[in-house]
């Protein structure tokens, strides 16, 4: 018998046999393919990922008498490799990195390539049956028109084997997690529960019946085919539900799986997906949230029960593979997990096959890497059944018609599909007239204390600039003043959050609130200042900076928005979207620069002028007609968060205190690290070494630096480091 696992401390008997392995990861492979029509393709795959398993030495692995390395996916890879250079090289990258990620066709310096583990291949040993004797190779799902489409089709394969793999050891090796990952409810019901939701809202006043006619209309539009989609909604007009019901009702109507709510920001992620779990309250399973700081007790309020219930265990194995109705994650997660290599970030990938795709706030695209980004959203929509919806207030130019006016070469193609006619809004211009509540007041050059003065006028104003050291700065001149406030990333987030509660407060109360905040406050901070002043920047900050200011009209006036240059300087991070917003101001006489039109005309702008849209040739790794493709060099690129920071952990409050002191003695560090994400300040490498210095960090298990001087921690500025910094150093 040749055996694919064992159990230890159990007879053989009870080991699992590699046959009964491999014909069970070719049907979970092959039913994950059929999503996106390979299903033979993922069931070759499956029957071919272990067969080097039947290497003697693997199987004296197995018994304990060989303790040396002994691989067992060249020889599958190998099989695969001699069936041709089309699907055989597609099958060889997905086998021979099965276990240690996508390798690069020839490149040695990320590990090992795809040449050397063909090259290393043992033959098949004696007396083993070939899993792909008499196969023929599978016919491809769709016609490529160029070589980044079958490197991308080769990742979405390579997560339906990875993902088989994993769930049928997991089925044998521990039981009791296939109960636990139970299915999610069915879109039907979460449909059900949705309109129960929206038949409570109010429709009378005339901010509720333009909302009500926006949902009405994204409804109707679910039943467009399949694809593309914009839906341009000023803040207020409730995008949230309204993207939701469109995607439940597009999902149902055309047979997809499930909704993906993508957002840049954290701070939106737990706002939206809290709204949804409130909606779906009665469908456990329903939400899965998926971002770096969730905290599962918080969110199901287990915070004081030292087990973990079925429905965190549920959450917590759901975000392996997103197998979930409705997942709510982030730009970094989302993205990056596309132009991955490793096993652990792939395996959600074949799961977005048949999906309803929401990019909330979709201005947020990373224009560095905005053309592999509109490539993979393409072929998600043409191949993979998934519809693509990109919703914001401030729509980017991102059509085909866009980027061809601007006689881009080599990058920066658009998106083709994108027309006016799959715009889920009704009529946006008419929208944002509707909801305009401020107007943009240019105030020129003015020096920082110029800038102090005007906040010193003002009862009750909100000024944001660009930098966190030049909010510390700026706040230090009218911190004497009543009602001064500041929010910035050098607070914890637990910290911001205590803050802004008191802010809400101040302001209901018609209490002084002068508040000093980094652009941080922009994206889905739900608070509504009588007046804006905002440090000059791109004009899709600026517009997102206007939606802080007289939110829900509580001004029967236009509310002021005002701008200014820095005396001081911009600064370089900011000089380019700044001079680009700079240039829609000087548009036509009387325009509304914060209109639609003058939206487009920004981004085209923005986007025409960028040197590449692929700036570190993402897509060149990819594009080898030759199949010789780079995963691994293309997934060390593609980082949409590239820069060198460091967590700085903040016993800001008892529970902080208390997870640290667990986080001493914790065998399985991930519970206490994933609630401290709560109390974690992010600080450039150079600002870790001065507070290291300043003897001011304590390095939990030699690993995590914890604040231990709670001097270089103040109230009102957040995390204070030793030394001069420039403005710039210090971002958001």
């Known amino acids: 018998m040749i055996f694919a696992h064992s159990l230890e401390g159990a007879p053989q008997t009870d080991w699992q046999p590699l046959e009964d392995h491999l014909a069970a990861v070719a049907e979970r492979s092959g039913r994950a393919a059929a999503a996106f029509g390979a299903e033979p393709w993922g069931r070759m795959l499956g029957l071919a990922h272990d067969i080097g398993k039947s290497n003697p030495d693997f199987q004296r692995r197995l018994t304990g008498e060989n303790r040396g390395h002994a691989d067992h996916k060249g020889i599958g890879a190998r099989l695969l490799a001699e069936l041709g250079t089309g699907f055989g090289r597609i099958g060889a990258y997905c086998v021979a990195g099965h276990h240690g990620g996508l390798p690069d066709y020839s490149n040695t310096e990320n590990g090992r390539s795809l040449t050397r583990v063909l090259a290393d291949a043992k033959p098949l040993p004696d007396g083993a049956a070939n899993p792909l004797a008499g196969s023929r190779s599978p016919e491809l799902p769709f016609v490529p028109n160029d070589p980044f489409q079958l490197s991308f089709f080769t990742r979405m394969l390579f997560s339906a084997l990875v993902d088989a793999d994993f769930l049928d050891t997991e089925a044998f090796m521990e039981p009791q997690k296939t109960a636990w990952r139970a299915p999610g409810p069915p879109l039907d019901r979460l449909a059900a529960a949705l309109d129960a939701r929206l038949a409570g809202f109010e429709k009378n006043g005339r901010v509720n019946a333009l909302r009500a006619e926006i949902l009405a209309h994204c409804r109707e539009k679910a039943a467009l085919e399949p694809g593309l989609f914009t839906l341009t909604v000023p803040t207020g007009g409730g995008k949230t539900l309204s993207s939701m019901a469109f995607a439940l009702d597009h999902a149902r109507r055309h047979g997809l799986r499930r909704v993906i709510q993508v957002i840049p920001y954290t701070s939106i992620i737990e706002q939206n997906a809290q709204v949804l779990r409130d909606v779906f309250r009665d469908h456990p399973g329903a939400v899965i949230e998926h971002h770096s700081t969730f905290d599962p007790r918080k969110a199901f309020g287990e915070e004081d029960n030292a087990a973990e219930s079925a429905e965190a265990r549920r959450h917590r194995l759901a975000c392996e593979n997103w197998d979930a109705p409705v997942i709510v994650t982030t730009n970094v997660q989302f993205f990056e997990s596309l132009f991955a290599a490793a096993t652990s970030r792939c395996r959600k990938l074949h799961n977005l096959a048949g999906s309803v795709i929401v990019l909330d706030e979709a201005q947020m695209l990373p224009v560095a890497f905005l053309d592999p980004c509109l490539r993979a959203l393409e072929e998600l929509a043409a191949h993979y059944g998934c519809s693509v919806v990109l919703c914001t207030a401030t729509q980017p130019a991102l059509r085909r018609e866009d980027f061809a006016a601007a006689r881009r070469k080599g990058d920066g193609h658009g998106l083709a599909g994108l027309t006016p006619e799959r715009e889920l809004a009704p009529a946006p211009d008419r929208l944002h007239a509707a909801f305009r509540r401020t107007e943009l007041r240019d105030l020129g050059e003015l020096a920082l204390d110029e800038v102090a003065g005007l906040v010193r006028e003002r009862e009750q104003v ?14 230090g001149q009218v911190a004497d003043e009543p009602g001064a406030r500041h929010l910035s990333a050098l607070m914890c987030p637990a910290h911001r959050s205590a803050r802004l509660a008191e802010i809400r407060g101040m302001l209901k109360n018609g209490e002084p609130c002068r508040v000093v905040s980094t652009q941080l406050v922009e994206a889905g901070v739900d608070v509504s200042f009588p007046e ?84 570190k040739d993402v897509l060149r790794d990819l594009g080898s007609r030759a199949g010789e493709w780079h995963f691994r060099e293309a997934a060390r690129k593609f980082r949409l968060i590239d820069s060198p920071m460091a967590p700085v952990i903040v016993p800001w409050d008892g529970r902080a205190a208390e997870q640290v002191e667990r986080l001493r003695y914790a065998e399985h560090p991930g519970g206490p690290l994933r609630e401290l994400q709560h109390y974690t300040v992010q600080v450039y490498d150079p600002q870790l070494r001065a507070l290291d210095d300043a003897g001011a960090i304590e390095w939990v298990a030699d690993t995590y630096a914890v604040l231990c001087r709670m001097e270089h921690y103040d109230d009102r500025l957040g995390l204070t480091v030793p030394g001069e910094w420039k403005a710039e150093d210090f971002q958001i």
């Open 532 to 615: 804006v002043i905002r440090e000059m920047a791109g004009l899709d900050a600026i517009v997102q900076a206007a939606g802080r200011c007289n939110r829900e009209g509580e001004r029967e006036d236009l509310a002021p928005v005002s701008v200014f240059f820095p005396a001081e300087g911009l600064g370089r991070t900011f000089a380019a979207q700044a001079e680009h917003a700079a240039a829609v101001l000087r548009g036509p006489e009387g325009e509304d620069p914060f209109s639609p039109e003058a939206i487009r005309r920004y981004f085209r702008l923005h986007y025409w002028l960028q040197p590449s849209l692929d700036h």
């Open 462 to 475: 909100l000024c944001i600039v660009n930098t966190r050291a030049r909010a510390a700065e700026l706040f």
